[in-house]
Nanobody, 125 residues
């Protein structure tokens, strides 16, 4: 059907940078919103950043000014540029695609949310 594949996580020192990518594949017609969530150990999953097809963005207060979300609609890919990383940014980061229209055979289907498998980001010296 539709798959989201994330890449770009890893270990980085405080103050460093990472760039996450998430590519959606399948017989996709359109995707409304795409975004990034994160979940730290013992905590609930939280929104990090989201972007619409038209480029409107929404950021969590904790990462404003440090992270930038962008999107390539033609490639169904969303990116998260993370700068000035802090230890508290350590978490598993999940990609999300919202309101996805895709073909299942000849049937036009709608799925309200797809999730990636998650990629670990660890900020530590």
């Amino acid at each position: 059907q539709v798959q989201l594949v994330e890449s770009g996580g890893g270990l980085v020192q405080p103050g460093g940078s990472l760039r996450l990518s998430c590519a959606a594949s399948g017989n996709i017609v359109s995707i409304n919103g795409m975004g990034w969530y994160r979940q730290a150990p013992g905590k609930e999953r939280e929104l990090v950043a989201a972007i619409t097809t038209g480029g409107s963005t929404n950021y969590a207060d904790s990462i404003k000014g440090r992270f930038t979300i962008s999107r390539d609609n033609a490639k169904n890919t969303v990116y998260l540029q993370m700068n000035s990383l802090k230890p508290e940014d350590t978490a598993v980061y999940y990609c999300n695609a919202d309101e996805v229209y895709f073909y299942s055979g000849t049937y036009l289907a709608l799925e309200y949310a797809y999730w990636g498998q998650g990629t670990q980001v660890t900020v530590s010296s």
